[in-house]
């Protein structure tokens, strides 16, 4: 029995399928609390996710001064860049009193998911922000206990696959280390230790983690993916550590290989951002630049095959997804984002039962390159280059003996 309608003349169907390209979305976009007691409250109102461009002078205004709003904007601004950055403005605490009006605020920060108020307002973005901030805010611990701010971030962080760049207290090496113990398993955190000195006609300290995540966006777009560490990079309109940080060349014993060996990033040689490790407990998630790959590798495969869905199992089908998950691998590789990448049908993982229900699993790996961290070199003395010497020696006196004669 024919499959068609009988027709007389020629016609064209659609049949089997070919591998697509995988789109990577951008992985620099930063996202930041603001407290902007001055904003013009119909360009950000409280607690709504607003998206500019840092160099978007009109949303600049509007968004006054005072507050962190300097530590934000400014801070990005000073490395050189132009970065997407999604605002949500979360209220002042009314309070006369420091310490309670400074709790009020992390409170209204914290926010709630039942109404999507404070960093809550992040996960309502449709484009996640990969570079999480909140500055003045997340450095204090709160009745001897893990920042409210930074504790809130790690369920947002981990479902909108981001970084939360963090400030450390900035009174000594010892209380960043009572934060960073605060972080016993986080490949989400990226802790930064002390605050820097700036000039706003007079010198002040800022917490330095919008300066941070601008140096995020600039390597980012530098390498064209988060596929290296910010580390190693001039932090810019600074004027250095709001305390100093010793470091010395060839020495372990110094602060900043302490803080970095307590997974903190601090600056070397007074503006030089210095660290690549997260506070995971698992050494895989040890580097920055290894989660941000991973994440940003498994958003896009997860994106990347809607068009194969629903489609009727087959093996052109099949052979299609893993063409385009190879061809993918292949772009990685060639950008130096990963050292390998390779895509498999596994057998044992599909029984024919789980075929027949719809199931198809298909199988990928995928390794980021660690960045070079601690680069070694053995020296030794080889008192055989002295023969050299004596055979220019044994050439002098043979030519004086053989003009001599």
Known sequence: MATTERFHGTRVFKEGQTARPVEVTDYSTCGAVMIAPNADPDVFPLDELVTVFTNDTAARTAAGTGGNVEAIWDAIDDQGV????????VAEGVSTVPQTKLEQTIANIVG???NNSGVHAFKEASKPAKLLFVPGYDSQRIGDAKNPVAAELTG???RLRAIKILNTPDTSKEAAETYRNDFADDPRAYLFHPSVKVFRTTTITEPASGRVAGLFVKRDKEVGGPFRSPSNQTMGGIQGPSRPIAYYDGEPDSEANWLNQNEIATLRAGSILWGNRTCAADPLDAFVNVV??????????MRAFYWALDDNLSVPLAQAILDTLDQFGDELKSKAGVLGFRAWFDRSQNSNTALAGGILRLTYDREP???????QFGARRNVEYYATLADGILNISSNISAAAA
Do not use: Y
């Open 112 to 114: 709630s998911g039942a």
């Open 292 to 301: 941000r790959t991973q994440d940003m590798i498994d958003d896009a495969v």
């Open 156 to 158: 947002i962080a981990t």
């Open 369 to 375: 390159a660690a960045p070079l961290e601690d680069l």
């Open 82 to 89: 132009v970065a997407e950055l999604q605002i949500v403005r």
